[in-house]
């Protein structure tokens, strides 16, 4: 695991802390933070709009949990890690015949920041 001390900003960029980052590669190195680690937010790609994301003493970086884990091609259902990327995410869909319904402004965003921000985005389709 990578513990690192860095700048952390909004996306605004005008409030910076400077937490302890932990960058888990496995599920049994999220488990120890989780026990031993109190004060702590989750972040995925460190790109949350408002200061939401932020936090000046640690934070847990999904951003090595990247993996999309099932994906039912015929139901256009998706099982994926929190931090996958948008970015990664829309080749393996649109190759397939799939687009999200709603998506946000930017393709910099994790699955699991789009579920904590409750994303609503741009609506794809005209339910006319």
Request: a positive charge; proline letters at 3%.
């Amino acid at each position: 695991m990578i513990v690192k001390k860095e700048e952390n900003t909004n996306w605004g960029n005008n409030t910076k802390t400077y937490p302890k980052i932990y960058e888990p590669k496995n599920y049994k190195e999220i488990e120890n933070i989780l026990n031993n680690n109190k004060n702590f937010i989750v972040q995925g790609n460190r790109r949350s709009f408002g200061d939401g994301g932020l936090n000046k003493n640690e934070v847990l970086s999904m951003k090595n949990f990247n993996k999309i884990v099932n994906f039912d091609t015929k139901k256009g259902v998706i099982e994926a890690e929190s931090g996958l990327l948008l970015k990664d995410l829309l080749p393996v869909i649109v190759e397939k015949g799939w687009f999200l319904a709603v998506t946000p402004g930017t393709k910099y965003v994790s699955m699991g920041g789009m579920a904590a921000n409750n994303v609503i985005g741009k609506n794809t389709f005209n339910n006319q």
